[in-house]
């Protein structure tokens, strides 16, 4: 099956203009090659993927963003390249925080608006879930893999 490509019927010239009060501007302000690799070597952005890596780029962005609005477009291209980098580095590596089993019982039943009683299927008496949301008990296996289905989550959160 062979397919025909499209062809746009404006010009390369103005295909990527805007007309503004009647002019055509072009949509993206061109940077100065030259200048933009040199800012590009001196910097070497790459994916983040551990904290050394993000502690180099936030140090090579610092300056950039103290610039502020006195930045060239090839600083500001990179600046936010290098913003880019560390965003998708955060939201990659959000750091989960290591909760007891009883404090991520306590934080579900929260996040879920749910009352101790609703576990009692699960623990068998009022006491005893009392007892392991306040970390007087520990939770068997057991209590953590029903927990773990009732919850949506791995049954490790729980031992």
């Known amino acids: 099956m062979a397919y025909k490509l499209s062809r746009s019927n404006t010009s390369s010239r103005t295909r990527n203009t805007t007309a503004v009060r009647g002019r055509k501007t072009a949509n993206s302000v061109s940077l100065n090659r030259r200048k933009y690799a040199e800012l590009l070597a001196g910097t070497l952005p790459r994916i983040i993927e551990n904290d050394a890596e993000l502690k180099r780029i936030a140090q090579n962005v ?24 560390i965003e998708d580095y955060q939201q990659s590596y959000r750091a989960i925080p290591q909760l007891t089993p009883n404090d991520a019982l306590v934080a579900l039943l929260e996040a879920r608006n749910l009352r101790q009683v609703e576990l009692l299927p699960i ?36 031992i």
């Open 123 to 158: 623990f068998g008496s009022r006491s005893r879930i009392s007892d392991a949301v306040n970390g007087k008990r520990e939770i068997s296996k057991a209590q953590a893999r029903e927990l773990a289905e009732f919850f949506s989550v791995s049954p490790e959160l729980f």
């Open 62 to 85: 610092e300056p950039l963003l103290d610039k502020g609005e006195r930045r060239t477009r090839e600083e500001e291209a990179l600046c936010r390249l290098l913003l880019r980098l």
